[in-house]
T-cell receptor, first 110, second 111 residues
Framework: AAGVIQSPRHLIKEKRETATLKCYPI?????VYWYQQGPGQDPQFLIS???????DKGSIPDRFSAQQFSDYHSELNMSSLELGDSALYFC?????????FGPGTRLTVL | LAKTTQPISMDSYEGQEVNITCSHN???????ITWYQQFPSQGPRFIIQ???TKVTNEVASLFIPADRKSSTLSLPRGSLSDTAVYYC????????????FGSGTQLTVLP
């Protein structure tokens, strides 16, 4: 069965640079979620989109923005990167209640 | 969102039944209980979801008492590959609901 696809899988950036993470949900899933998981921490919700509209917002820094496109894929844009942004970023998608997570993008900020 | 409490860690042995209990004393009437499994550097994987009594799938069983203030995830025969972090989450059903991860349980299955 098709799963959530995230790209890139690994990304290395310098401080103050920008990064764009992409998420391709499971086909026919209409909702996308973004989570951040720092080293040794639990996943933290960032933001979600339902039918291309922002539906919920968590602890997402103002330096981050996201959107969902007409084909339902989503992009998380991160600017002015800081060392503390180094983390695993997961995308999840759902059609109803159950969220299915992608493999994640590991972002390292040097 | 209802807060959950789980043991930080637990050990079990290969072939033994594994039971992980989660407390959610202030669960709301329309809240469901969902369990996820996470391996290091991988995305959380949905295991099972339930509302009351018992739910069973090909991977695990979920036991929920009548007062719904706790739940127990049961893996019938623990294997080494079950070593992972297990998260219990409680929240209302419906699309676009964020998941609030508490501190999960690090399960280690020993040979």
């Amino acid at each position: 069965a098709a799963g959530v696809i995230q790209s890139p899988r690994h990304l290395i950036k310098e401080k103050r640079e920008t990064a764009t993470l992409k998420c391709y949900p499971i086909p026919r899933h209409d909702t996308v979620y973004w989570y951040q998981q720092g080293p040794g921490q639990d996943p933290q919700f960032l933001i979600s989109f339902y039918e291309k509209m922002q539906s919920d917002k968590g602890s997402i820094p103002d330096r981050f923005s996201a959107q969902q496109f007409s084909d339902y894929h989503s992009e998380l844009n991160m600017s002015s990167l800081e060392l503390g942004d180094s983390a695993l970023y997961f995308c999840a998608s759902s059609l109803a209640d159950t969220q299915y997570f992608g493999p994640g993008t590991r972002l390292t900020v040097l | 969102l209802a807060k959950t409490t789980q043991p930080i860690s637990m050990d079990s042995y290969e072939g033994q039944e594994v039971n992980i209990t989660c407390s959610h004393n202030n669960i709301a009437t329309n809240d469901y209980i969902t369990w996820y499994q996470q391996f290091p550097s991988q995305g959380p994987r949905f295991i099972i979801q339930g509302y009351k009594t018992k739910v069973t799938n090909e991977v695990a069983s979920l036991f929920i008492p009548a007062d719904r203030k706790s739940s127990t995830l049961s893996l019938p025969r623990g294997s080494l590959s079950d070593t992972a972090v297990y998260y219990c989450l409680v929240g209302a059903s419906g699309s676009a609901r964020q998941l609030t991860f508490g501190s999960g349980t690090q399960l280690t299955v020993l040979p």
